[in-house]
């Protein structure tokens, strides 16, 4: 049926049950889509994301982060929090200095196929 605007509509409940049915049993359950949810949301964020490129390419540490992006020590620190706490940066201790790099090869991965998504529209 069209719509008014000129779409055209489903006006069925189910049309395809055995696929509903089928993909329905292949959907990760509530919590693991809530962790995504997370994820992305913390992939929201321009700093973070700058602070995500720059690891992929070395290990750094807060000063080297903040003279890098032309930020503040305290800002990059509050942003390094947060990618900690939802696992996507680890710390090393050398001395009294600290240096983060990456979680693991997985966050370069994600990072480069968005990076590569939204490319290649250019």
């Known amino acids: 049926m ?12 189910i049309l395809h049950k055995e696929i509903v049915d089928r993909v329905q ?11 995504l949810a997370g994820l992305f949301k913390v992939f929201g964020d321009a700093t ?5 490129s720059a690891l992929t390419h070395s290990e750094m540490c807060v000063c080297d982060i903040a003279a ?5 020590k305290s800002s990059i620190s ?15 201790r050398e001395g ?3 240096f ?9 991965n994600i990072f480069d196929q968005a990076l590569s998504h939204i490319s290649e529209g250019l």
Do not use: F
């Open 100 to 108: 983060y790099s990456l979680q693991d090869e997985h966050i370069k």
């Open 25 to 35: 049993g292949l959907m990760p359950d509530r919590e693991d889509i809530n962790g």
């Open 68 to 72: 890098l992006l032309g930020m503040t």
């Open 96 to 98: 009294k200095v600290v």
């Open 48 to 52: 973070r994301m700058k602070i995500l």
């Open 78 to 92: 509050h942003q390094l929090r947060v990618l900690k706490q939802t696992r996507l940066v680890k710390y090393r």
């Open 2 to 13: 069209k719509h008014s605007n000129g779409i055209d509509r489903c006006d069925c409940n």
